[in-house]
Nanobody, 121 residues
Framework: QVQLVESGGGLVQPGGSLRLSCTASGSILSVNDMGWYRQAPGKERELVATAARGSRTNYLDSVKGRFTISRDNAKNTVYLQMNSLKPEDTAVYYC???????????????WGQGTQVTVSS
């Protein structure tokens, strides 16, 4: 069993900041990429940021310079620091991890339950 648990969402005013966290736990041999998606009402889910096990990161163009993804490999945890938040950042944010459970398993993506981020005055 593998679980990803997110925290840190909430309500913030435009221009404010939030920090999301997501920790993978359970029967885990190794974690490769981790990252964040988001889905706003009536819109498709979009990839916000990814962080490889090394230092490589990627960002959605609209969040570059405002969001920073980081991870703690020892804790199987990924973070998303969100600054200068805008109303259009309002969405449910989902973390994911590319995880293999054992030497006989295959890699697959596991997902968190989602955390709501609302940017509003």
């Amino acid at each position: 069993q593998v679980q990803l648990v997110e925290s840190g969402g909430g309500l913030v005013q435009p221009g404010g900041s939030l920090r999301l966290s997501c920790t993978a736990s359970g029967s885990i041999l190794s974690v490769n990429d981790m990252g964040w998606y988001r889905q706003a009402p009536g819109k498709e889910r979009e990839l916000v940021a990814t962080a490889a096990r090394g230092s490589r990161t990627n960002y959605l163009d609209s969040v570059k310079g405002r969001f920073t993804i980081s991870r703690d490999n020892a804790k199987n945890t990924v973070y998303l620091q969100m600054n200068s938040l805008k109303p259009e950042d309002t969405a449910v944010y989902y973390c994911y991890g590319s995880i293999v459970r054992s030497v006989t398993s295959t890699w697959r993506d596991y997902w968190g339950q989602g955390t709501q981020v609302t940017v509003s005055s």
